[in-house]
């Protein structure tokens, strides 16, 4: 179910990279969101351990408020799911003044009265988040919530296969992070040739080829093919290569 749910998502981005003449990247997966899951507004946010933040993509101007206000006031779903590393899903804001008192009358009068937000992760280190709202109170459906955490997911990887840092301090730097429609072939079989060959499931190999990319200064797509390829094989508990 989860594997077609993915195929689905990745076929719809894919269709429409074809249709504009371009790769997959986040400002197309931002806007995809809005219609999968009928919300008004879409915010990609990239958060340093210093709290240091900027916001990557925001289709709308009551997105990038939101984002705003967050950071201004030191609260909010998006600061909340950062420091859990899971979705915070706030239905209605008016319902939440005791949860955040400042942050969420201040919403309701920019015009939100949902917000749910899914921390952006590389296996365990949180990088930043995806942020989706409704002018309108309301929880998203089962099949919204399971198509976001796909959606979610498919930001990291862009932000992950970019991997521009800056010189010195580790952290992303600025990047025009793209994905071929196919790129997601060669990843899940690198995946499952890395699951079978460390014994471990699939979600476990895929955070292993992630962490390996990242602590090595690789793009997921290049780790991916050395794997396929049989010039890499990673060793159980290995990051670092």
């Given at each position: ?59 709308d101007q ?27 899903l706030a ?151």
């Amino acid at each position: 179910m989860e594997s077609e749910r993915q195929d689905r998502i990745w076929n719809l981005l894919a269709d429409e990279a074809r249709h504009l003449g371009g790769g997959i990247s986040i400002d197309l997966v931002c806007s995809t969101t809005r219609r999968v899951l009928a919300v008004d507004g879409v915010a990609v946010t990239l958060i340093g351990a210093d709290t240091a933040r900027e916001v990557a993509c925001a289709t709308d101007q009551r997105s990038r408020r939101l984002e705003e206000l967050q950071f201004m006031l030191g609260e909010g779903p998006c600061l909340e799911s950062f420091a859990l590393g899971a979705p915070v899903l706030a239905s209605d804001l008016a319902a939440e003044s005791a949860r955040w008192p400042v942050f969420a009358p201040a919403a309701v009068d920019a015009g939100a009265r949902s917000v749910f937000s899914f921390p952006l992760q590389f296996g365990a280190v949180a990088i930043g988040t995806f942020e989706v709202h409704r002018r309108a109170a309301g929880p998203l459906s089962g099949e919204e919530l399971g198509n976001a955490l796909v959606l979610a997911d498919t930001v990291a990887l862009l932000l992950l296969d970019s991997h521009g840092r800056d010189e010195g301090t580790g952290h992303l730097a600025d990047a025009q992070p793209w994905l071929a429609p196919d790129y997601h072939t060669e990843v899940y079989q690198a995946t499952g040739m890395l699951s079978v060959q460390l014994g471990i499931g699939l979600d476990d190999a895929l955070a292993r080829l992630r962490a390996h990319a990242f602590a090595n200064e690789l793009t997921v797509s290049a780790v991916a093919r050395e794997i396929l390829a049989g010039r890499l094989r990673l060793d159980e508990g290995d990051a670092d290569g």
